[in-house]
């Protein structure tokens, strides 16, 4: 991951998918790993923490989804003390919108002062809208494709397809520039 992303216009292809690929896990199991150590801390010590993970690229169906499993201690603080605030779901249709991005731009700012993270961040806020708006075209085009009639070949194609979602965003996290994360999204 680092060679690849560290001189992104020296690759493309099958080394620029592989890297972002297990850049996702990388960040994961980085992720996932330091809260686990943390949970096995406080248990040591008497302390009962909340599991901070849940199996995120292996159930999530949505992008909405993944991030209801992700860092669920920070996704739960932004929603209590961002989207709450804002108004969340209660003010409307576009405001609903905006809080949803706003709320998921400043998670990404958050993350560091990099245009880099606040756009990894936004994008994520806008996959959700993105979701939101296509809800029922989903819905009809699973029906027409006979997809329905597969419940579990239907999860497993929203966890994929989820999955990829969150590599193709993570490339604007893990990226140096905006200018090698549109490269790596382009050239993979």
């Not at 993944?66 to 989207?83: A, G, T």
């Not at 905006?98 to 990894?120: E, M, P, Q, R």
């Not at 296509?134 to 997809?147: F, Y």
């Amino acid at each position: 991951v680092d060679q690849v992303y560290g001189n992104p216009t020296e690759y493309t292809g099958i080394p620029l998918i592989v890297a972002t690929l297990f850049f996702a896990i990388q960040a994961y199991c980085d992720f996932s790993g330091y809260s686990d150590i943390a949970i096995g801390g406080a248990q040591v010590m008497g302390f009962r923490l909340v599991d901070n993970f849940n199996k995120p690229f292996f159930y999530s169906t949505s992008t909405a989804d993944l991030w209801r499993r992700w860092h669920m201690s920070l996704m739960s603080w932004f929603r209590d003390y961002v989207y709450i605030p804002l108004g969340g779901n209660r003010k409307g249709k576009w405001r609903w919108y905006l809080n949803i991005f706003i709320t998921f731009a400043l998670s990404g700012l958050w993350h560091g002062a990099k245009w880099g993270v606040i756009f990894w961040g936004a994008i994520n806020g806008v996959y959700i809208i993105i979701s939101i708006w296509t809800q029922d075209l989903r819905k009809s085009l699973v029906q027409w494709v006979g997809l329905d009639r597969f419940p579990a070949l239907h999860k497993v194609l929203q966890a994929i397809i989820t999955f990829l979602l969150f590599c193709i965003g993570a490339t604007l996290f893990r990226a140096e520039s905006l200018s090698d994360a549109y490269y790596i999204v382009t050239h993979l």
